[in-house]
C-alpha cells in the first residue's frame, strides 16, 4: 500500500502567505523542499524446477517488502517471477522514478550466475542448458542499473542475496557472481564475495537476509555501517566461510530509518550532523573501549566493539586485530577465474602519492614510498620512514608522530595492488598558501 502524506490546511495557509509575502519568488520553492522518492522492486525466487528450487527467497522477499514499507518505500514486490514478469517490473520501476531524483533500490534473492563477468539473475521459468541459453532466458543485473540511470536516481542501491550454487551445470564460467562497475550514486551489496558463494540459511529467511533484516530496523544508521554490521554478523556465524561484500560510489550519506515520525518517514534521509562537543564525547568513549580491550586475544570483543562502533576512526584498527585473532578459522577459498580479496603486501611494492591543489589543480608534489619491511601485520615503508598496520592504518608518519590507534590514511576496504585512490584534506598547500590538498595515491608492484 502507498501513503502520500498531505500537509494540514494551516500548513497550507501559511506557505501561502509566505509565497505571496515573498512575491512568489522561484526561491520559495528551495523553502518547501520536496519529499525523497523511495521505490524498491523487491524479488525472490523460490519455485526453481527439480532440485534447483530454494527454500527462503521467497520468503526473504515477502520480509524485505514489509520491512522496507516501514521505512518509506513504495515498494514492487514480485515473488516466483518469469523473465517476462522480471523484465515488465524492472520497466515499471524506472517509469515511477523518472525524472523524481529519488532513491531507486533492487532486492533480488534467488539464483544468480554470472557470464563473461556479467551477472544474471535467475527466473523461475528458466532452463537454460549452456551459456547462451542464460543469456536469452536470464535477466542481466545490468538492466536495473540502466533503468535507475535513465531514471536520474539521486542514490541506488543494489542489493544481491544470490550468490547461491549454480544448479544448472556447464552455464556459468566460474561460481558466484562478478563485481559490478556501477554509475556514480551507487551502493552494491552481495550476500557474498564476488566469485564465493552464499548459504540459503536454516530458518525461515537467508543467513544474509536474517541479518540485514535486524539492520534495517535500527534507526539513524550509514547505509555503509548497515551494512558493515551485517558483514560482521554473517561472517561470525558462518565462521568465516561467507563473507558479504559491498562497493559504493555514493556521494552523500543515506539512512534507512531516520527515526521520524511516521508524517516524516519519507523526508530527505539525511544524519543530522553532530556537534563537535558531541563528536569529542564519542571518540572518548570509543578509546576508552578500545583501550580496554586493544590487548585482549578474544575475537569476540573485537566483534563487539565493531558492532558498537562501524563507523569509528579506530574500526579500522578493530577490524585488523580481528583478522588477526580469526585467521585460523577463516579460510575462504579463492575461485579459479577470481582475484582473491586478501591483503597482498610484499617487499619492494610501492605506494605514489601525487599532491594538487584543490583550487589551482596544480600538482604541488609527488613521492613515492616503498615497502621495505613486513612483520606481525605491520608494514613498513622507505626503512621505517612510515609505518602502516597491513590495512593501511598509519602507525607512524615521517616525521615520528605515532598514532593509536592507527590513523586511517589509505581505504581499507578497496587496499590493493593495482588500485587508485582520492582523498582530500585540509592543509597549507603550496607552503604559506590556504588551501585543500587532493592526494591522489596507487598500490603498485613491479
Request: charged share 25%.
Amino acid at each position: 500500500m502507498i501513503q502520500v502524506f498531505a500537509a494540514s490546511r494551516y500548513a497550507q495557509r501559511f506557505l501561502a502567505r509566505a509565497l505571496v509575502a515573498l512575491g512568489a519568488l522561484a526561491a520559495s520553492a528551495q523553502a518547501n523542499a520536496p519529499l525523497d522518492v523511495r521505490i524498491a522492486l523487491v524479488i525472490g525466487n523460490s519455485a526453481y524446477s527439480g532440485s534447483a528450487a530454494l527454500s527462503n527467497p521467497a520468503n526473504d522477499a515477502k520480509a524485505m517488502s514489509a520491512q522496507l514499507r516501514k521505512l518509506g518505500f513504495q515498494v514492487l514486490e514480485l515473488r516466483d517471477g518469469s523473465r517476462s514478469q522480471m523484465a515488465e517490473a524492472i520497466d515499471d520501476v524506472r517509469k515511477r522514478l523518472q525524472g523524481k531524483s529519488g532513491v531507486g533500490m533492487l532486492y533480488y534473492a534467488g539464483h544468480g550466475v554470472q557470464i563473461d563477468w556479467r551477472n544474471y539473475m535467475v527466473p523461475v521459468d528458466a532452463r537454460p542448458r549452456s551459456q547462451t541459453e542464460v543469456v536469452a532466458q536470464a535477466v542481466d543485473v545490468d538492466a536495473v542499473i540502466n533503468a535507475f540511470k535513465q531514471a536520474g536516481n539521486r542514490v541506488n542501491i543494489l542489493v544481491l542475496d544470490a550468490c547461491r550454487n549454480n544448479p544448472f551445470e556447464g552455464t556459468a564460467s566460474v561460481k558466484g557472481l562478478a563485481q559490478i562497475d556501477a554509475i556514480p550514486g551507487t551502493f552494491l551489496a552481495y550476500a557474498t564475495a564476488p566469485g564465493n558463494v552464499a548459504d540459503d540459511g536454516e530458518g525461515s529467511n537467508g543467513l544474509y537476509t536474517t541479518y540485514l533484516l535486524q539492520e534495517l530496523a535500527k534507526p539513524t544508521t550509514r547505509i555503509e555501517d548497515v551494512f558493515k554490521r551485517v558483514r560482521l554478523q554473517v561472517r561470525k556465524k558462518s565462521n568465516g566461510s561467507q563473507i558479504p561484500w559491498e562497493s559504493t560510489s555514493l556521494e552523500e550519506d543515506f539512512v534507512f530509518n531516520d527515526d521520524r515520525g511516521p508524517g516524516e518517514t519519507l523526508a530527505l534521509a539525511r544524519p543530522p550532523k553532530p556537534k563537535p562537543a558531541e563528536l569529542d564525547q564519542k571518540f572518548l568513549r570509543e578509546k576508552a573501549e578500545w583501550d580496554r580491550i586493544k590487548t585482549s586475544q578474544n575475537p569476540d570483543d573485537f566483534y563487539a566493539f565493531l558492532q558498537a562502533y562501524p563507523s569509528s576512526a579506530i574500526s579500522e584498527a578493530a577490524q585488523s586485530r580481528l583478522d588477526q585473532l580469526s585467521k585460523p578459522q577463516i579460510a575462504a577459498t579463492p575461485v579459479q577465474g577470481r582475484q582473491s580479496i586478501q591483503r597482498d603486501v610484499r617487499l619492494g611494492d610501492e605506494i605514489e602519492y601525487v599532491y594538487h591543489d584543490y583550487l589551482t589543480k596544480l600538482e604541488t608534489r609527488r613521492e613515492t614510498l616503498r615497502v621495505t619491511s613486513i612483520k606481525d601485520g605491520v608494514v613498513e615503508l622507505n626503512n621505517g620512514e612510515q609505518i602502516l598496520t597491513i590495512y593501511g592504518g598509519l602507525v607512524r608518519n615521517e616525521i615520528g608522530s605515532e598514532f593509536d590507534p592507527p590513523l586511517q590514511s589509505l581505504p581499507a576496504d578497496d587496499f590493493q595492488i593495482g588500485k587508485r585512490w582520492v582523498s582530500r584534506s585540509q592543509q597549507t598547500v603550496p607552503p604559506d598558501s590556504p588551501g585543500c590538498a587532493v592526494k591522489q595515491g596507487g598500490w603498485s608492484r613491479t
